[in-house]
């Protein structure tokens, strides 16, 4: 690793970051001298900790020292580590300096680059792939130098790598509001949406990107028939990029079913920094007076989907965000009208990794939900709540009921379908709607409320 150089403001500092990342690449595909293949490296020095505002939700330290990280992708990143650093160098007096880590990077994570036959280039090995930042671990934050960042370099390329393996598109169009469904009707709704945005021209949106690589423009909207679309992927979570100014659009993922799927791309997404997550799905309502259709919006989270016990313990609470609470009630409330009264509710969620749950005797259901207050059962929602309040990614889930197996409506095909016919397109634009609330205003989501007391990192 070369000396780092002090550079003199934030710009010049993620400017260079983007200049050695992209020269480091540059030698990569050109074959040159592979030891000159380096991630690139931002080191924060704050002089002299004094308290500040104590409602800045990021940007603050405990104490003096030097804060640093090596970085990946800093193109992509760039509006993030320009926000972030100013307000770390208008909170304290900080000096930034930049230069190239150590770290090599494997070709494999480099576009246009190709293996040689040479021992010494890296791999990417699972090695340095971990969660010790992010999950408080007493030696990522007690080195000669502290974490600035969430994620160390190769960490952030192979959750990049696994978002286009996944979805079937580059990372680089996925937006900072997203999306969770199981259905394909969902997104079907959501590229009606999108069109019909991309058709209006004091809309947002520019472009909209499909799974299969397709990219619909302003001009091309006129041309297309949304009913005879083709939006089949080949990939397993397809996914549906509504492209907005600075990435502040909406991304739509079908990830499908399960809290394994749930865990798998939001471990991968967390890397992006988005502003928030929402899962909008279906759920079995536990109350005798709901009805197929009825709305919960999710308040608290009871954990039964076992994927994430290893990093958060089980009887860790889940808030939920008020933030986001209050945006989806409006949301609601602007879509229904005066029906929102009686159809939506707050409750309890409760996830589970059992499909068939409610495949008990009568016996042992009632010791199964004994002692429980949740409103209805997902498979999902818990695990993206949990990852979100995990990686501080605000969250919230907004489910539909489409069956009440303890009351004689279990889910079968013909009320299913017709359900899923009647529901569809309002419950998509709540969550729409409400992503575009936000993103008129990303700030009220900056909540201090995600942070830890301990084990925290000056950035977002």
């Not at 000396?3 to 990569?28: M, T, W």
């Not at 408080?136 to 994620?151: S, V």
């Not at 929102?340 to 939900?369: F, H, I, K, Y």
């Not at 907004?398 to 017709?418: C, E, N, T």
Request: glycine share 6%.
């Amino acid at each position: 690793m070369g000396a780092l150089e002090v550079v003199g403001s934030v710009d010049g500092a993620v400017d260079k970051l983007i200049e050695l990342y992209a020269a480091a690449c540059d030698v990569a595909r050109d074959g040159g001298d592979y030891s000159e293949v380096l991630y690139p490296k931002i080191a924060v020095d704050i002089k002299e900790w004094k308290p500040i505002d104590r409602s800045e939700p990021f940007g603050y330290v405990d104490e003096a020292g030097v804060y640093a990280a090596a970085v990946s992708r800093p193109d992509l990143m760039s509006g993030y580590l320009r926000q972030q650093l100013r307000c770390l160098v208008d909170n304290y007096d900080a000096e930034i300096s930049v230069g190239y880590s150590d770290i090599g990077i494997a070709p494999e994570y480099i576009k246009g680059a190709t293996r040689r036959a040479d021992a010494k280039i890296p791999r990417p090995t699972l090695d340095d792939v971990h969660d010790a930042i992010i999950d408080g671990d007493w030696d990522a934050f007690h080195g000669a130098e502290k974490p600035l960042f969430h994620f160390g370099p190769q960490r952030f390329d192979i959750a990049c790598a696994r978002i286009e393996h996944y979805t079937g598109i580059e990372v680089d169009s996925v937006q900072k509001f997203i999306l969770f469904t199981n259905y394909e009707m969902h997104t079907r709704e959501f590229v009606k949406f999108g069109l019909s945005q991309l058709a209006d021209d004091s809309a947002r949106y520019h472009a909209l990107v499909l799974p299969n690589g397709t990219r619909i423009e302003r001009g091309d909207v006129n041309d297309i028939d949304a009913l005879a679309m083709d939006l089949a992927s080949n990939y397993q979570m397809p996914r549906f990029d509504l492209v907005a100014d600075d990435n502040n659009g909406v991304t739509m993922i079908n990830i499908g079913v399960g809290p394994s799927n749930a865990k798998t791309i939001t471990d991968c997404l967390a890397v992006l920094r988005p502003e928030c997550w929402i899962m909008i799905g279906h759920c079995a309502g536990l109350d005798a007076r709901m009805r197929i259709g009825d709305l919960i919006l999710g308040n608290a989270y009871e954990r039964r989907d076992h994927v994430l016990h290893n990093h958060i313990d089980p009887e860790t609470p889940i808030p939920a965000v008020p933030e986001i609470q209050r945006t989806l009630e409006k949301s609601v409330k602007k879509i229904y009208g005066d029906e929102e009264q009686s159809l939506m509710r707050t409750g309890t969620v409760l996830s589970t990794d059992d499909r068939n749950w409610e495949w008990q005797a009568p016996r042992d259901l009632w010791e199964w939900l004994r002692n429980s207050t949740a409103a209805a059962v997902d498979m999902e929602s818990c695990t993206i709540a949990a990852n979100g309040y995990r990686y501080r990614v605000p969250y919230g889930t907004l489910l539909a009921v489409s069956d009440l197996p303890l009351h004689a409506v279990p889910k079968l095909p013909a009320a299913a379908q017709a359900f899923y016919s009647n529901s569809k397109e309002a419950h998509v634009m709540c969550a729409v709607r409400a992503m575009e609330r936000l993103a008129k205003n990303p700030e009220r989501l900056r909540t201090r409320k995600l942070r830890r007391a301990q084990g925290e990192v000056p950035f977002r």
